[in-house]
């Protein structure tokens, strides 16, 4: 078992105990917290990292002593700050790191998001998923559960639909182009963005080929609100919370909206990429 599992492991063990102690089912801790009971289930065994906001709940919801509520919410943050290899995370499965993104995604209201290699994936389609996390699969193994995957990131998606919410979405024009997925799956994933462009809590940009880029596009980031930022190398997934770090992506995000283009010019650059792959298929 690896290091990153292997503390998430004593973290969900220590938090049954104090369900436990309390003599409350899973389902009833699930009920005091205003949880679905599968989250108490998915933390205790492993499955998915208990957040700092998850433990302090948790543990008032227990009534546990003051110190072990800090011991534990040190606990948490020191795995989720850890910046554990993609390939240790993997190896407890697509799944699990499918619900802990979708658990950080419900406590944010405000999403911006920069991805220069791959769409982005609360916008993908489950055809492009697939192909997507079997290419990851191969690179960085972990267990066979691509189908429990999908369905979780298709759950993710829901929240795309609460107006509530805002979305801003960046993606370079070569994103489209790309063929991470056979042509068939390609086409059904233009025309999901296409859709995607007129919800109106959804802001989605596409940087042109022609575009005059103020930096190179190095790597992909998420800003979750206004307070963390995650970014993602081929290795780690590193988490950002200092406020100086959110800025200057926050800055970077608004420099690359300063060349896209959006609204009616980024679906008739989605439609010319559709263009394309129809005459490439014919020829």
């Not at 998430?8 to 409350?24: K, M, Q, S, T």
């Not at 389609?125 to 298709?154: H, L, P």
């Not at 489209?176 to 007129?198: C, E, F, H, I, N």
């Not at 959110?246 to 559709?274: K, N, W």
Request: hydrophobic share 45%; glycine share 6%; charged share 25%.
């Amino acid at each position: 078992m690896s290091g990153f599992q292997q503390a998430r492991v004593d973290l969900g063990a220590r938090l049954r105990r104090l369900r436990e102690a309390a003599h409350l089912s899973g389902k009833d801790l699930a009920a005091r917290l205003n949880w679905q009971a599968s989250k108490v289930s998915r933390i205790e065994n492993a499955r998915q990292s208990a957040t700092e906001d998850d433990v302090m709940m948790w543990c008032q919801a227990v009534e546990a002593a003051p110190d072990v509520v800090e011991d534990l919410i040190t606990q948490a943050v020191a795995l989720l700050d850890r910046q554990g290899s993609w390939r240790q995370r993997h190896k407890s499965g697509l799944a699990g790191l499918q619900e802990d993104i979708r658990d950080l995604e419900a406590r944010t209201s405000l999403f911006r998001v920069f991805e220069p290699g791959v769409v982005i994936g609360l916008l993908q389609t489950a055809e492009y998923a697939r192909n997507i996390f079997a290419k990851v699969r191969r690179v960085y193994g972990g267990v066979d559960d691509i189908d429990a995957a999908i369905q979780v990131r298709m759950r993710r998606q829901e929240i795309l639909y609460d107006p509530g919410r805002r979305f801003r979405f960046l993606m370079p024009e070569s994103v489209l182009r790309y063929r991470l997925a056979p042509d068939d799956v390609m086409r059904g994933q233009l025309d999901r963005l296409l859709a995607v462009t007129t919800l109106p809590n959804v802001e989605f940009g596409v940087i042109p080929f022609s575009a005059q880029l103020p930096s190179a596009l190095l790597n992909g980031f998420w800003i979750y609100n206004e307070s963390m930022v995650s970014v993602p190398t081929r290795t780690k997934d590193f988490l950002l919370r200092d406020q100086e770090d959110v800025a200057f992506y926050a800055g970077a995000f608004e420099e690359l909206c300063e060349v896209a283009v959006f609204g009616e010019e980024a679906r008739e650059l989605i439609v010319q990429v559709l263009v394309d792959f129809a005459k490439q298929s014919t020829a």
